[in-house]
């Protein structure tokens, strides 16, 4: 069998220590600004919607509470209206954008127990196009996205009002 070789310069970044893991929660550090804001496309006073910097397809977006919380019993009926308002908001950006030909959404509570690096609760919101597995995703075991973070972030920001109605 032959060994697998998947090139990314990112990583040095990683391997250099300058992107090590800093304490506390990263979704709370960057609704507080205490990390770049880059991937940030929206946020009000309780909602912020991102980019994940590790999209399972392109367009691949995370809704959270501003305040930390880690359930949904947390969270106060204003929160979750907020929430969900804002999610329905991101499919109309997605499918006005990129025209996904369905989604996945799916809530991440309880941390690493549920699948989730980060135990800030936050809803995925995962738009799926027919034939976004190719023969990479197939064979290969690597995920293939055909614009960049930055191609698509600058698409979703010029639509960005659709989030503020």
Not at 6 to 13: A, K, P, T
Request: net charge positive; aromatic share 6%.
């Amino acid at each position: 069998m032959h060994k697998k070789y998947l090139f990314s310069e990112s990583r040095m970044g990683w391997i250099n220590n300058k992107h090590r893991r800093a304490s506390g929660c990263v979704f709370c550090r960057l609704a507080k600004g205490d990390m770049d804001k880059g991937k940030i496309l929206h946020k009000t006073s309780e909602i912020l919607v991102v980019m994940n910097i590790f999209p399972y397809n392109t367009g691949h977006l995370q809704v959270l509470p501003l305040r930390h919380v880690e359930t949904l019993e947390e969270l106060s009926e204003k929160e979750i209206a907020s929430l969900f308002v804002m999610v329905r908001r991101c499919i109309r950006l997605l499918r006005k954008v990129l025209n996904p030909d369905g989604f996945n959404i799916g809530i991440n509570i309880g941390g690493d127990v549920a699948g989730a690096s980060i135990a800030h609760l936050h809803v995925h919101i995962v738009p799926r196009f027919r034939g976004d597995s190719g023969f990479m995703e197939s064979v290969a075991d690597t995920k293939v996205l055909p614009q960049t973070l930055g191609q698509v972030f600058g698409k979703l920001k010029k639509e960005v009002k659709i989030l503020e109605l």
